[in-house]
């Protein structure tokens, strides 16, 4: 049973910037002194961030937490609107008003036979979590336009998993999408079905690896992207459809990703005609 997290009190903690930098092309780190956030932060989990100097934008942003320990968590963002360009300012022993965290993350507990991860753009950072907690290490097959867009290697590949990367331009890796090198791979095993997918990235991406997992009988969890307001629960701006357990005829019904999800199995996923 989802904890629903409208009916959870939750405080805005003060998180003091220890570090804040570029870290890989255009993604900075953000690392942050909040004990009492980090030491509670479960893979798949994110954080909504109050930018400061953002006068006529009161909405915070919300970020996937990439590292946390028991007193410091990190997030890596790329600058891409009005929050994010404006979080290039923040300093070392800025104080941030942040809540978190917030979200069903991935889960992590049982047996995999096969973990695979698949990230594109902050999913990178977003899954490093998910490969600290399971029991096996695994692949990770990483996807981007070029090989700026490329995030983590070092970091996987430290804690012994198998990265694959893939360039839309074939700067780094197999050229083409992600799922070229995914296939071939699948491909290969002798019994696809021992295949969990973790995925999170854009959208299109989690649709292509929904496509494959109902296709070769296999599990996927998908963190999905939407756009947010409150991030706990209470003005439905992030909504997804959800298929009904039970339901023959595809009914259906909405939850808030942002306290729902962000992360659904595959299964459970009523994908919109865009996507
Ligand atoms: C659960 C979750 C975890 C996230 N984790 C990370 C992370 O770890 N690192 C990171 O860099 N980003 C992350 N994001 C996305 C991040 O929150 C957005 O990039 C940010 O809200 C954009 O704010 P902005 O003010 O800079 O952009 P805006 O000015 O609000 O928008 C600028 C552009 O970004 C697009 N945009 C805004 N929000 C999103 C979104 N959620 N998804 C896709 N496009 C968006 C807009 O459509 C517009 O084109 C996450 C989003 C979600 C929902
Ligand atoms: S962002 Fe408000 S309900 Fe999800």
Not at 25 to 33: A, I, N, P, S, W
Request: proline letters at 4%; hydrophobic letters at 40%.
């Amino acid at each position: 049973m989802k904890t629903d997290l409208s009916k959870r009190a939750m405080r805005a903690e003060r998180a003091v910037v220890t570090r804040h930098e570029l870290l890989y092309g255009e993604y900075r780190v953000l690392q942050m002194h909040v004990p009492a956030v980090a030491r509670a932060v479960q893979p798949g989990q994110f954080v909504h961030l109050e930018i400061p100097g953002l006068d006529d934008a009161i909405l915070r942003r919300p970020f996937s937490v990439f590292k946390a320990d028991d007193a410091m968590l990190s997030v890596l963002y790329k600058p891409v609107g009005k929050g994010t360009r404006a979080m290039t300012s923040i300093r070392v022993d800025d104080e941030i008003s942040l809540i978190g965290p917030l979200g069903h993350g991935f889960p992590t507990s049982h047996d995999v036979a096969k973990p695979v991860l698949v990230a594109g753009g902050y999913g990178m950072a977003a899954l490093y979590l998910v490969a600290c907690a399971l029991k096996s290490s695994g692949t990770i097959f990483m996807g981007g336009r070029s090989a700026g867009d490329i995030l983590c290697v070092d970091e996987f590949e430290a804690i012994d998993w198998d990265v694959r990367i893939a360039t839309e331009d074939g700067s780094r890796g197999t050229r083409g999408f992600v799922t070229v090198a995914l296939d071939e791979y699948v491909a290969g095993l002798p019994d696809a079905r021992e295949v969990e997918y973790f995925a999170c990235g854009p959208n299109a991406m989690l649709k292509a690896v929904c496509d494959r997992a109902l296709a070769n009988d296999q599990k996927a969890w998908l963190s999905v992207d939407r756009h947010m307001g409150c991030g706990v629960g209470a003005c439905l701006v992030c909504v997804q459809r959800i298929r009904d357990p039970e339901s023959r005829n595809g009914d259906w019904h909405w939850e808030r990703v942002c306290s729902e999800g962000p992360v659904f199995e595959s299964r459970e996923i009523v994908w919109d005609d865009d996507e």
